[in-house]
């Protein structure tokens, strides 16, 4: 018999861009030696997210690759992930379900709270709110709302986008949206403290509105697919030809405002640029972040563009046309524009700053 204690399975849950990959990767950082399975829950069939956490190998992580969890017609595929990551022999402490950024958590933690498996329990619902978006989310997403009043902890994330007035307005209106004494806790790039998940504190038991009957009442009339995701798009992009720079700036210059979030990797192939951009675009904020190749790893462009209202094949007529030959070819120059928008290292040891983008960019 099992005489370990159930393993808390804990919900990762924001609206696209919040910082829940962000938050993972620094609860794996910083997580001791505490144990942690990870399953990420990835909107469109290229798994950006999965390849975007950091140092999870072999079988502590498992990707839901191609699907909202919540659309599962029932919990089984969840049930078989959790049961592959509670077997013993992982000896894992604390199970993290990032959930795509536009699933309902209230019918992923109904699974949860159902599910039969002796081995884990659920552990809580953080909800991951950015506060540089929190009015823009609001407003294209309602069911932010829901969210809150379910969460079990709120990580105030970007903390370092807005100032100390701002941000004291969202975290009042938090307070009124949150069930009462739900912590929030204010985070810049996701650094919470790994013990307010890692412990059995008392807040990671469910609380009283989290009952089952509660859940089920809330999901009853759920109509599958009718929720946020229906109103989005996810188009995918891929691409073996390198992307020139200077016309791939342009087509994020003219993005159009519905294409809310874009995340991949970018092939250059500009000599002296022949690393991996990693690309974050979340409204109008972009970041490229320049990273080795792994060993082996094909030199491809993917891309997962996530917006309402937007024409999927249009955008892929356009970045096909950002396709070039010959990168070997390129100045190094044409990179400026993509340059502007990698961080800086900081002086200080800390984090690098928002990119300078009053300066021009550098013109053909
Ligand atoms: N300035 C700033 N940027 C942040 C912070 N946290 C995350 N980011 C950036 O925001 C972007 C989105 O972060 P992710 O962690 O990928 O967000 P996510 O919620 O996993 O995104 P989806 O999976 O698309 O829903 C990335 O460029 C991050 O580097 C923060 O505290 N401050």
Redesign the pocket.
Known sequence: MNSRQPIPVVVLA??????????LNHLLASRGGTRIGVVVNDFGSIEI?AM?VAGQVGDSMVSLGGGCLCCAVDGSELDAYLEKLSAPAHRIDVIVI?A??LAEPQEMIRMLVANENPAVRYGGMVE?VDAAEFDATRARHPETDRHLAVADLVVL?????VDAGERARIEKELAALCAPGTPVVG????RIDPELLFDRRPWTETRGQLSFEDLLAEAGGHDRCTHAHAAYESTEFSSEQALSPRRFMDFLDRRPAGLY?I?GFVWFGVPGHEERYEI?A?GRFL?FDPQPWRRGEPRLTQLVLIGSGTDGEGLLRELEACREEAPQDANPESMWGVLRYVDRPAEDGGDAR?PDTSEAPPTD
């Open positions: 924001g609206f696209l861009g919040s910082g829940k990959t962000t938050v997210d975007s990032e795509s950024g991951v994330n970007k903390t370092d986008r985070a810049d790039h996701g979030r995340k974050q979340v970041r928002e």
